[in-house]
């Protein structure tokens, strides 16, 4: 097992330098300047206002210089429009892509502060959720780092999601005020303002060029934009990333503020700037739905004619507006930007449509995140047609057209009609968005090979049959810099010692550290730095929920959002089947294991709650078990943000990445996981299947159903009672949960999961791959214990993982899609 005690200094040990430097007279600067302070009367609030001032200088320096390169040399621009970006802190990523972490660290050294404390005043930007956001942020990191012309384009939520806390087992959303002490990376652009416009009705009028239509007596809205640097790593670059936050036209009405009126007298600023209030409104009721198709037409117009704006200052042939302009909707919720596009060019600019649609198809590429056809955006006509009125009208054209199209191709196929159709008329009309999406697309692109591969085959079968080609395949990555540099800077700095600083922008020279697996003494130094790793995350949870572990147990971590097909009950069967063992005395040579779940779940997914709270009644009486003792402990961390993920990623031994076969669109947190020097368990799914072909079967623990495999067992009548009955270990577990074992207060309370999975059909297969998920893990129990070959599996992980830097996505995005060249110098 591993010992504390156990690393001696070796030519593998980093070395460190404690010089100071001049950025420490610009730190004393701003903190009299800025902050307004002295040495002595500044808060650490005000530390790490004045560090992250000092560094925004550098980074505003080329930000300038990149605006006006782009408006000199004017290169296409890629335009990323996404619903989340979430970015997490801003500080230490910007010191460390701008190479002057170092200099920063040791002013501050000199000045009497500590980085790594100044680093933890800062909030994450709460502006997204989970995968989706994350990979939005990886992308701008990349595009910057490849001097990419581009722009993301989101919204400016006042809160995030929610911040989570737990209380009695179960989650509790609260507030995640995220902007109480302001935002120093952002800039707010009050010039920059644009109305969006809702409701009203069309009217039409005949001219001589044909129908008009005008859209009247709608209400508006403000759209003013912030503006948030992102800088590359080992760049001049700096791009941006737009973020809109909704203001009112008005203030408030001072008529009914001087009758005394004061609720009515703000009602409409507070109605408006609803629109950009929360991430991911609970759109459970018809208000819900109603505000979040606002934000998302919100954020899309805005956007849309911010691209205008900029491609008309240079421009006056529309032709040129592809060659200028490339558009990435990352998932359906811009999708509604190309109906805008469509809106702005032939109602506002005046084009003729049959113009006006070459050009948008043209523009606009799709980025599919999902296999699962209930997770497709869909909006009904009705709400649809009363908020938009005119892009409603849009849309019918665009169908109309495309279904023409498809009949004359495939004459007499009523069904394919139906089913290709923008607007679904079996289900109460509603508008299919990811149709949209295909049909005002040049390319849409799945991200994992197999998940591309399902696209063609069954989600979009029949769009890849009338759009041979369209659908391509571009495997998602993470950027190298935040989640190697930045979070595992032990990590990086013995890998800098043995190969060069060069995987920093290219992460395939991480392969030059095959040959040092067979090596122990660096074996023996990568298992020092994942202890100090796992005694870090260890402090980290004592600290958050109390519980004491031990970090030479084995880190058994699942941290993404809660949702039924990610499988984390799957997880919670093998727990509960390990303290069993443990308490009938069939597991005394146990390897010790720390199981750490983390992740939220949308506030009205009532299932996804219920497992949460299943967790932590679990772990409540697992840790307090003096029988199991530290044989095993479970452990919800709560509040699970970006600045968590850089502790537990580097912390982990185990990657939890179970989703059922054909589910999981790609999975990131496998990527950054293996990155860090965990090995992965996990079904072949999403990228879990590439990520095996790049590390090696022997270093991967595959379990359970294959894609086909599901499609079989399903097609031949899937009986979950056929597994309950015949494996005793897991009928155990199944009448403990549902017997009330966990829940001596409320017997009942996880009934329904008993029924979701017997009664209701088990529609993830969690008990089918239930014995083979259990064989894979004792596999996992049995390699732990000789930690010379856990480790050197540990390092081939990292070493074969470079596949899965965002910089080769974006690369791939870039010439494949984008048609878009880096401009350098």
Same mark, same amino acid.
């Given at each position: 097992?591993?010992?504390?005690?156990?690393?001696?200094?070796?030519?593998?040990?980093?070395?460190?330098?404690?010089?100071?430097?001049?950025?420490?007279?610009?730190?004393?600067?701003?903190?009299?300047?800025?902050?307004?302070?002295?040495?002595?009367?500044?808060?650490?609030? =005000?530390? @790490?206002?004045?560090?992250?001032?000092?560094?925004?200088?550098?980074?505003?320096?080329?930000?300038?210089?990149?605006?006006?390169?782009?408006?000199?040399?004017?290169?296409?621009?890629?335009?990323?429009?996404?619903?989340?970006?979430?970015?997490?802190?801003?500080?230490?990523?910007?010191?460390?892509?701008?190479?002057?972490?170092?200099?920063?660290?040791? +002013?501050?050294?000199?000045?009497?502060?500590?980085?790594?404390?100044?680093?933890?005043?800062?909030?994450?930007?709460?502006?997204?959720?989970?995968?989706?956001?994350?990979?939005?942020?990886?992308?701008?990191?990349?595009?910057?780092?490849?001097?990419?012309?581009?722009?993301?384009?989101?919204? /400016?939520?006042?809160?995030?999601?929610?911040?989570?806390?737990?209380?009695?087992?179960?989650?509790?959303?609260?507030? =995640?005020?995220?902007?109480? @002490?302001?935002?120093?990376?952002?800039?707010?652009?009050?010039?920059?303002? @644009?109305?969006?416009?809702?409701?009203?009705?069309?009217?039409?009028?005949?001219?001589?060029?044909?129908?008009?239509?005008?859209?009247?007596?709608?209400?508006?809205?403000?759209?003013?934009?912030?503006?948030?640097?992102?800088?590359?790593?080992?760049?001049?670059?700096?791009?941006?990333?737009?973020?809109?936050?909704?203001?009112?036209?008005?203030?408030?009405?001072?008529?009914?503020?001087?009758?005394?009126?004061?609720?009515?007298?703000?009602?409409?600023?507070?109605?408006?700037?609803?629109?950009?209030?929360?991430?991911?409104?609970?759109?459970?009721?018809?208000?819900?739905?109603?505000?979040?198709?606002?934000?998302?037409?919100?954020?899309?117009?805005?956007?849309?004619?911010?691209?205008?704006?900029?491609?008309? #200052?240079?421009?006056?042939?529309?032709?040129?507006?592809?060659?200028?302009?490339?558009?990435?909707?990352?998932?359906?919720?811009?999708?509604?930007?190309?109906?805008?596009?469509?809106?702005?060019?032939?109602?506002?600019?005046?084009?003729?449509?049959?113009?006006?649609?070459?050009?948008?198809?043209?523009?606009? #590429?799709?980025?599919?995140?999902?296999?699962?056809?209930?997770?497709?955006?869909?909006?009904?006509?009705?709400?649809?047609?009363?908020?938009?009125?005119?892009?409603?009208?849009?849309?019918?054209?665009?169908?109309?057209?495309?279904?023409?199209?498809?009949?004359?191709?495939?004459?007499?196929?009523?069904?394919?009609?139906?089913?290709?159709?923008?607007?679904?008329?079996?289900?109460?009309?509603?508008?299919?968005?990811?149709?949209? #999406?295909?049909?005002?697309?040049?390319?849409?692109?799945?991200?994992?090979?197999?998940?591309?591969?399902?696209?063609?085959?069954?989600?979009?079968?029949?769009?890849?049959?009338?759009?041979?080609?369209?659908?391509?395949?571009?495997?998602?990555?993470?950027?190298?810099?935040?989640?190697?540099?930045?979070?595992?800077?032990?990590?990086?700095?013995?890998?800098?010692?043995?190969?060069?600083?060069?995987?920093?922008?290219?992460?395939?020279?991480?392969?030059?550290?095959?040959?040092? #697996?067979?090596?122990?003494?660096?074996?023996?130094?990568?298992?020092?730095?994942?202890?100090?790793?796992?005694?870090?995350?260890?402090?980290?949870?004592?600290?958050?929920?109390?519980?004491?572990?031990?970090?030479?147990?084995?880190?058994?971590?699942?941290?993404?959002?809660?949702?039924?097909?990610?499988?984390?009950?799957?997880?919670?069967?093998?727990?509960?089947?390990?303290?069993?063992?443990?308490?009938?005395?069939?597991?005394?040579?146990?390897?010790?294991?720390?199981?750490?779940?983390?992740?939220?779940?949308?506030?009205?997914?009532?299932?996804?709650?219920?497992?949460?709270?299943?967790?932590?009644?679990?772990?409540?009486?697992?840790?307090?078990?003096?029988?199991?003792?530290?044989?095993?402990?479970?452990?919800?961390?709560?509040?699970?943000?970006?600045?968590?993920?850089?502790?537990?990623?580097?912390?982990?031994?185990?990657?939890?990445?179970?989703?059922?076969?054909?589910?999981?669109?790609?999975?990131?947190?496998?990527?950054?996981?293996?990155?860090?020097?965990?090995?992965?368990?996990?079904?072949?799914?999403?990228?879990?299947?590439?990520?095996?072909?790049?590390?090696?079967?022997?270093?991967?623990?595959?379990? +359970?159903?294959?894609?086909?495999?599901?499609?079989?067992?399903?097609?031949?009548?899937?009986?979950?009672?056929?597994? @309950?009955?015949?494996?005793?270990?897991?009928?155990?577990?199944?009448?403990?949960?549902?017997?009330?074992?966990?829940?001596? =207060?409320?017997?009942?309370?996880?009934?329904?999961?008993?029924?979701?999975?017997?009664?209701?059909?088990?529609?993830?297969?969690?008990?089918?791959?239930?014995?083979?998920?259990?064989?894979?893990?004792?596999?996992?129990?049995?390699?732990?214990?000789?930690?010379?070959?856990?480790?050197?599996?540990?390092?081939?992980?990292?070493?074969?993982?470079?596949?899965?830097?965002?910089?080769?996505?974006?690369?791939?995005?870039?010439?494949?899609?984008?048609?878009?060249?880096?401009? /350098?110098?």
């Amino acid at each position: 097992m591993i010992s504390s005690n156990a690393s001696q200094p070796s030519e593998f040990t980093p070395t460190v330098t404690t010089e100071k430097t001049p950025i420490a007279q610009a730190l004393q600067n701003h903190l009299i300047f800025s902050a307004f302070k002295t040495s002595a009367t500044a808060t650490p609030r =005000d530390w @790490y206002a004045t560090t992250a001032y000092t560094v925004r200088d550098h980074v505003v320096e080329r930000w300038v210089k990149t605006s006006e390169a782009y408006q000199e040399r004017d290169p296409k621009r890629v335009y990323y429009l996404s619903l989340e970006f979430l970015i997490g802190r801003m500080l230490s990523n910007a010191a460390l892509n701008l190479g002057i972490a170092p200099e920063v660290s040791e +002013g501050l050294h000199a000045l009497g502060r500590d980085m790594e404390q100044v680093v933890e005043m800062e909030t994450d930007a709460a502006l997204g959720n989970g995968g989706l956001g994350r990979l939005a942020a990886c992308f701008l990191d990349s595009m910057a780092s490849m001097d990419i012309p581009g722009t993301g384009y989101g919204i /400016r939520y006042e809160y995030g999601m929610f911040r989570q806390s737990i209380s009695h087992g179960q989650q509790i959303e609260n507030p =995640d005020n995220w902007l109480r @002490y302001g935002n120093i990376w952002e800039f707010q652009r009050p010039e920059s303002t @644009y109305i969006v416009r809702f409701f009203g009705h069309v009217v039409e009028f005949p001219t001589e060029h044909g129908i008009e239509h005008h859209w009247v007596d709608s209400e508006a809205v403000v759209a003013m934009a912030y503006d948030v640097p992102i800088p590359g790593y080992g760049t001049e670059t700096v791009n941006n990333l737009r973020l809109w936050s909704a203001k009112a036209t008005r203030e408030f009405d001072l008529m009914h503020f001087n009758d005394g009126n004061y609720e009515k007298a703000v009602e409409e600023r507070n109605a408006t700037e609803n629109i950009s209030k929360v991430l991911y409104p609970n759109d459970t009721s018809v208000s819900g739905k109603e505000l979040r198709l606002k934000q998302q037409y919100f954020f899309v117009s805005a956007s849309i004619q911010d691209i205008l704006r900029r491609f008309l #200052a240079n421009h006056h042939d529309w032709n040129m507006l592809p060659e200028k302009v490339a558009i990435q909707l990352n998932d359906t919720h811009p999708a509604i930007a190309v109906a805008e596009m469509m809106y702005q060019l032939v109602d506002v600019h005046r084009l003729e449509w049959s113009h006006a649609w070459k050009l948008v198809v043209k523009i606009f #590429a799709y980025t599919n995140h999902t296999l699962m056809p209930e997770a497709l955006e869909t909006w009904s006509v009705d709400l649809f047609g009363r908020l938009l009125p005119r892009h409603l009208g849009i849309i019918y054209q665009i169908n109309h057209e495309f279904l023409q199209m498809v009949n004359h191709r495939f004459p007499g196929d009523t069904d394919l009609l139906s089913r290709v159709s923008i607007i679904d008329e079996t289900h109460g009309r509603r508008v299919r968005m990811a149709h949209l #999406a295909v049909i005002g697309s040049h390319t849409v692109n799945g991200v994992a090979a197999l998940h591309s591969e399902l696209l063609k085959t069954t989600l979009f079968a029949d769009f890849n049959r009338i759009y041979p080609g369209k659908f391509i395949n571009i495997t998602n990555g993470i950027t190298p810099r935040r989640w190697l540099n930045q979070c595992n800077p032990g990590l990086t700095a013995l890998l800098a010692k043995v190969i060069g600083e060069g995987f920093h922008k290219d992460l395939s020279k991480l392969q030059g550290i095959v040959p040092l #697996a067979e090596d122990a003494d660096f074996r023996q130094a990568f298992r020092e730095i994942k202890l100090q790793n796992k005694i870090r995350l260890a402090a980290r949870i004592t600290k958050l929920t109390g519980i004491s572990l031990n970090p030479n147990s084995l880190f058994d971590v699942q941290i993404k959002r809660i949702h039924e097909y990610k499988r984390q009950l799957l997880n919670m069967l093998h727990v509960i089947t390990l303290y069993n063992r443990i308490r009938s005395g069939k597991a005394e040579s146990i390897t010790p294991r720390t199981v750490i779940f983390g992740g939220k779940a949308a506030p009205g997914y009532w299932m996804a709650k219920l497992i949460i709270r299943l967790i932590n009644d679990v772990a409540a009486i697992v840790n307090d078990d003096p029988a199991v003792g530290d044989k095993l402990k479970v452990v919800f961390y709560p509040n699970y943000e970006v600045s968590a993920a850089e502790l537990l990623f580097p912390g982990s031994d185990l990657s939890e990445q179970i989703s059922t076969a054909g589910t999981e669109a790609s999975g990131t947190g496998n990527m950054k996981m293996a990155l860090n020097g965990a090995l992965t368990i996990g079904t072949l799914d999403g990228a879990n299947v590439e990520i095996k072909e790049e590390v090696g079967d022997e270093n991967i623990f595959i379990f +359970g159903l294959t894609t086909p495999e599901v499609a079989d067992l399903k097609a031949r009548g899937y009986n979950p009672w056929d597994y @309950y009955h015949g494996n005793e270990e897991l009928r155990q577990v199944l009448d403990m949960i549902a017997g009330g074992f966990f829940s001596v =207060d409320e017997p009942d309370r996880y009934q329904p999961i008993f029924d979701t999975l017997l009664h209701k059909g088990d529609n993830y297969l969690l008990l089918a791959d239930y014995q083979s998920y259990i064989d894979a893990q004792d596999a996992v129990s049995k390699l732990y214990q000789d930690q010379e070959e856990w480790t050197r599996r540990a390092i081939l992980n990292v070493a074969r993982v470079g596949k899965f830097s965002s910089d080769r996505t974006i690369g791939e995005y870039a010439s494949h899609i984008w048609k878009v060249n880096p401009l /350098r110098g």
